[in-house]
């Protein structure tokens, strides 16, 4: 059925075709799958229904989250690593359970850095400003690393830029509209109908907050954020979440299924696991993109990054007409 709907092909797929069988599903697939998606997604469930009775706040859920699935990714890569040490990073799964990892060191370290210092004690859009870079620059350097790591994603990409720009504009934003009508749009009408309270996700309220303050930190802030989101992140979130994770998975079906739920386990951080379905919803399209595509992040990268754009300027248009 996919193959039925494919893009037609290229000849970017004949010179850099994507192998959608490297590892063995049942095995490989399932340690991806058990690891970066059930586990946590079963983790942070249950620390929402038994909020109360476990008397925990919401911040502390999203700590235990976080731990709870740094744990399980680390588990999870010492197993897949120890089949399969020559091609884990090669393949492009290294990044995949190296990501989280290398993520959270990344920014202890600096907050680290900024406390020896002495800078940045008084929190405030300075100190968001501060986490919003560090976590670009982490982004920069596993884009870096990929595309030097794996093989041939870079010549993929910039050939598919060069020769394929009159199928890949179109499509791509096909994908982002039609993800973000079904993930925004048709989904805030389902929850209305349904008299469902789920309020503004944490993810979202993180990210926008230093937008209510005044004073050129706003602004600078507005800055880092549109290159973070509409260039750095998805470029960054499609090699993990699609290139990476249908690498490690090697099943279709079941790669769509595993990238969209772990698309949306990315993007609760807090633990706030009632708003996880818009990014799911988008997580979907992105990996029907990717695997339509036979498997050229191009593809799946300017959706998301188009997706994001609508996204950041309905934000933006908003603090400004009232």
């Given amino acids: 059925m996919i193959k039925k709907f494919s893009i037609k092909d290229t000849n970017v797929d004949q010179i850099y075709p994507f192998d959608f069988k490297f590892y063995k599903p049942k095995i490989e697939g399932m340690i991806i799958l058990l690891s970066l998606v059930i586990l946590p997604l079963t983790a942070v469930i249950f620390l929402n229904v038994f909020k109360k009775e476990l008397n925990i706040t919401s911040d502390r859920i999203g700590l235990i989250f976080q731990i709870s699935s740094l744990v399980f990714t680390i588990i999870g890569g010492l197993i897949f690593w120890s089949r399969n040490p020559v091609s884990f990073w090669?393949?492009?799964?290294?990044?995949?359970?190296?990501?989280?990892?290398?993520?959270?060191?990344?920014?202890?370290f600096f907050i680290l850095l900024a406390s020896v210092f002495n800078v940045l004690k008084n929190g405030g859009v300075w100190t968001q400003i501060y986490d919003l870079l560090i976590r670009t620059v982490a982004e920069i350097l596993i884009i870096?690393?990929?595309?030097?790591?794996?093989?041939?994603?870079?010549?993929?990409?910039?050939q598919t830029l060069k020769e394929n720009k009159k199928l890949l504009i179109p499509i791509s934003i096909g994908f982002a509209l039609v993800a973000f009508i079904v993930g925004n749009t048709l989904y805030s009408l389902?929850?209305?109908q349904l008299n469902l309270n789920l309020g503004e996700s944490e993810n979202q309220k993180s990210l926008v907050s230093p937008f209510q303050n005044d004073g050129i930190g706003k602004y600078i802030y507005m800055i880092i954020f549109i290159v973070l989101t509409i260039f750095i992140a998805p470029l960054c979130e499609e090699i993990i979440a699609r290139q990476a994770l249908?690498?490690?998975?090697?099943n279709k079906v079941l790669s769509i299924i595993t990238s969209s739920l772990y698309f949306g386990v990315l993007h609760i951080a807090s633990g706030d696991v009632y708003n996880i379905f818009p990014y799911v919803i988008g997580g979907f399209f992105c990996s029907l993109a990717f695997s339509l595509s036979k498997g050229?992040?191009?593809?799946?990268?300017f959706s998301h990054s188009i997706y994001n754009t609508i996204s950041v300027v309905l934000i933006i248009a908003s603090l400004y007409i009232k």
């Fill in 296 to 301: 050229n992040l191009t593809y799946s990268w």
């Fill in 190 to 192: 389902i929850i209305s």
């Fill in 246 to 250: 249908f690498t490690g998975v090697s």
């Fill in 90 to 108: 090669k393949s492009g799964v290294g990044i995949l359970f190296g990501f989280p990892i290398f993520l959270e060191l990344f920014v202890i």
């Fill in 144 to 158: 870096i690393f990929a595309f030097n790591k794996i093989s041939n994603l870079k010549n993929k990409v910039k």
